[in-house]
């Protein structure tokens, strides 16, 4: 049973348009982490956070934002999508033993 | 500088066989050790990790890992594949202590593909 809830699972959205991908989970865990991940390829950490007011830029520049106002939710958005977007998304946090615990993603395609 | 290195990008392995899926690392701080799996259009799966003591680790659904400090190694392993286990497969390495602000590295992965 999933602690960690990603929705929409999938997303098709026209070019230009806002999306807000939602990732919430109910472990109390501090740190969480966005990652993209186009099919069979490998993870990009594009986002991190340890803490409620705490948002970091990861490894692999991107245009989206994410925001942290409570513990358990950890929001990303995009202002204006475009097609170079299409991916997939996946959310993670994590606790004191550092091992991560993965949503099961967003597929988004912007068309 | 810290990496994970997956070499075999691609595995195919008939079912019944076994399975030995590589992972080097490179870390200056104590690692901690993990594999994950991941199914198509899924999420990462936590299989087993490794923090201290034994260094041959057992997870979930028949594997187990062998950390090898001396190689800065944590081969996965599995004494007989199942059609089941075809998915993507990551390595990932962290430390309480060490760079990256302590976040996760992972490998690029490797594909196992399980023949009939």
């Known amino acids: 049973e999933a602690d960690i809830y990603q929705t929409p699972r999938y997303l098709v959205i026209g070019t230009g348009k806002k999306i807000t991908l939602e990732c919430s989970q109910t472990?109390?865990?501090?740190?969480m982490y966005w990652y993209q991940q186009d099919p069979g390829m490998e993870l990009h950490l594009i986002h991190y956070s340890y803490g409620v007011n705490s948002t970091e830029k990861g490894d692999l520049s991107s245009e989206s934002t994410v925001s942290r106002i409570r513990t358990e939710h950890f929001p990303l958005t995009l202002e204006s999508a475009r097609p170079s977007h299409t991916s997939q998304y996946l959310c993670?946090?994590?606790?004191?033993?550092?091992?991560?615990?993965f949503g099961s993603g967003t597929r988004l395609t912007v068309v | 500088a810290q990496s994970v290195t997956q070499p075999d990008i691609h595995i195919t392995v008939s079912e019944g066989a076994s399975l030995e899926l590589r992972c080097n690392y490179s870390y200056g701080a104590t690692p901690y050790l993990f594999w994950y799996v991941q199914s198509p259009g899924q999420g990462l799966q936590l299989l087993l990790k490794?923090?201290?003591?034994?260094?041959l680790v057992q997870g979930i659904k028949g594997f187990e890992a062998e950390f090898k400090r001396s190689q800065s190694s944590f081969n996965l392993r599995k004494p007989s594949v199942h059609w089941s286990d075809a998915a993507e497969y990551f390595c990932?390495?962290?430390?309480?202590?060490?760079?990256?602000?302590?976040?996760?590295?992972f490998g690029k992965g490797t594909k196992l593909s399980v023949k009939p």
């Open positions: 490794y923090f201290s003591g034994d260094t």
């Open positions: 472990m109390g865990h501090d740190k």
């Open positions: 993670a946090s994590s606790g004191f033993d550092y091992g991560y615990t």
């Open positions: 990932a390495v962290g430390s309480l202590y060490g760079g990256s602000q302590g976040n996760l590295i």
